[in-house]
């Protein structure tokens, strides 16, 4: 009898150890199902955290437009509206400083007309004793373009100038006149423009008749 008692025994200790089993797989599959019903909470903030990151990606972009339309505003803006000093080179300081350079001194700054194409400036050459010794120096535009004459003259001066033309007068020596008193009257020269040249519409005294 004892000996039935314990092979019935221990015919059940499987089936206990097997319920067992089934009882913790049970625990385990409740566990697996909190744990995958957790896990889309945990997805779905990472997802909507994504798209707040793409606003300041689109808002950088107003900056730079911004830019850009600052950068066309400037190119396209007009010009100064106050009037432009002249070029120095049209200017009387210029047209002085240049007859200084080749050793003339202005007579008198006043005979240069800077509204008129052709213009002119009567020069005694520096440092003569005797204050003679003059040239008509011609500008265009303020452009120097060359003297009356080759050589100096003893007297000369602007009688009438305009746009293209300008007319000097030249006083003529006679044979034994001193040099502060020519009796042989005055010759007058037309200077005019033509296409950017000076041309003399009369005849030129002679040296020894305008210098003595």
Known sequence: MRAMRRARSNALSPVSVLCGAVLLLGCGSGTKTVTASSAPEVTQPTTTATSPAKTPTSAAKAPTGGAGAATGTTRSAPEPAFTQEKPASESE?????????KGFTPNNSSEYHSNQALRVLVAT?????????????????????????????AKLRVVSQSDTEVTVAYPLYRRNDALCCPGGGQATVRFQLNNGRLTPLDPIPSLERRAG
């Open 125 to 153: 050459r520096t440092g003569s004793g005797d204050g003679y010794g003059q040239q008509a120096f011609f500008f265009v535009n303020g452009r120097y373009i060359g003297t009356d004459t080759k050589d100096p003259s």
């Open 93 to 101: 300081a210029a047209a002085a400083a240049l007859i200084r350079s």
